[in-house]
């Protein structure tokens, strides 16, 4: 049986309750799980099985715990119920009144199964998954899973630039008072600073900007994609579905591998109002594959007096192979190739906020900013903030060294694996089976793909958990992980050192 992911509610409290009784110092609070090997001492110390610690009582347990024959046939009194330890501990985190609720919701139409004892507990733990939905989890979690930039845990981590600046503008902030000026010109100064583009604005994320481009500039008109651009982004949306959502027409060209500048040539009408070139940064071909030059492609749409758009999705606003990395696609070369209008995600490669970025010629972007569908993807102050904090690395020629998702790209293997080593002797000494060991990652956020970077990882286990249980003791604990052939692997290039303490605290280590 494993450990339900982010679900410890129902166990807190029975962790709670048997670390007084074993009087460990080293246990947690009351509020926290122990980590792991503290845990397996308050198991050992109290003499209570680990499996009760972790799961509840057995079915021996509840045999010894309740006479036979006390079978009820009613459900046990609501007050009971709220008193079991996974109830308890919700309390600090909900009212009465929600959790009073909850019991009721899962009192209906359950039917008594043991004695009283036993169906509180069992109807406790029900009540706690249902109610746990109701309470704020954690949002500050240590990524040392090796990807940098990764989509399922918040994409690209933001600078201290740019959290300061997000915490200032929770109060009062001239967004849209009379006296201010435009919401988005502070990004859109810095914007055209970094990219020389004639003007920029801001939308809430790179999908919306893709939206809003197509129903303000080709509503009701052709545009011209290659077939091998028309990707799926996630979730099975796909460009296509979002570009006919604005009422444009998509016209594919070419072939799911090759496209030639004929392809585009032919496919043009009267009715052709754009010509779309979508960088595929989340997927990597190889092979027999062929595109257009973005250059010729310009030349192509302007001798028709068409739009040329280039969505960059994972743009950059620096060039990597200053640092020996892979090149990524930036948003001044885009422009200086001839795109009118150059779109890219502010979440990825940039490190800032997910907000989706518009640059390109001053009269496209006023049409874009007039057009009513500008209202329904126009960002909040948080997020202007925090690309303004973001932005402003760039600005001042730091971004190397402030944006956390280009200082992990750029780090040397080197120190790397000095951390990993020290951190797997220090697991070791802790009761761990830890070796340090070479590996591979990706940056992640649709940047780079297909392309490995070297790290450095710890292939972590314990004889008293599997990998599945130990991955989600530590995920309660804040740090995710991943698992591999039956260990759990913390891969350090993901993991700021300024992080370590924490690092280290997760695992039950003293920070050093």
Known sequence: MSIRRLDFSSILGRIALN???????????????????????????????????????????AAKTEPSGSKTKHPPPVNLVLQQPAMAALAEFLSAPILT????????????RGGVRQDAEELADLAAARARAQYLIPRDYINATGIMIHTGWGNAPLSAKARARLLESTGSTPTGAAIAEGRTAICDRMLRALTSAERATVTTLNAASVLLTAGALAAGKDIVVAARDLIEISEGVRIGDIIEASGARIVPVGAANCVNIDDFRQAITADTAMILRTHASNVATTGYVEHVDDIELAKLAH????????????????????RGLPECPTISKAVSDGADLVLASGDKIIGGPQAGIIVGKRNLIDRIARHPLARTSRPGKLTLAALEGTLAAYIAGHAWDEIPALRLLGSDVAPIRERACALAEELRARGY????????????????????????????????????????????????????????????????????????????????
Not at 101 to 111: E, L, T, Y
Not at 467 to 495: H, K, N, P, W, Y
Not at 496 to 509: H, Q, S, T, V, W
């Open 19 to 61: 670390a007084r009784q074993a009087a460990n110092p080293s246990a947690e609070g009351s509020g926290e799980i122990p980590d792991p090997v503290t845990l397996v001492n308050l198991a050992d110390s109290a003499q209570l099985s680990l499996g009760w610690l972790l799961y509840g009582q057995s079915d021996q347990d």
């Open 433 to 512: 089976d830890a070796v340090d060991a070479e590996d591979h990652t990706q940056c992640g956020g649709a940047v780079m793909p297909g392309v490995e970077l070297p790290t450095w990882t710890v292939r972590l286990a314990h004889a008293r958990f599997s990998d599945e249980e130990l991955f989600s003791l530590l995920l309660a604990r804040q740090l995710v992980t991943r698992r591999d052939r039956g260990a759990v692997v913390i891969d350090l290039r993901s993991v700021p050192p300024e992080d370590d303490p924490r690092l280290y605290r997760a695992l039950g280590i003293a920070a050093h």
């Open 303 to 322: 001798e028709h007096g068409m739009v040329f758009v280039v969505n960059l999705g994972g743009g950059s606003l620096i060039d990597l192979t200053e």
């Open 101 to 112: 609720r909850a019991v009721h919701d899962v009192m209906d139409g359950w039917k008594p």
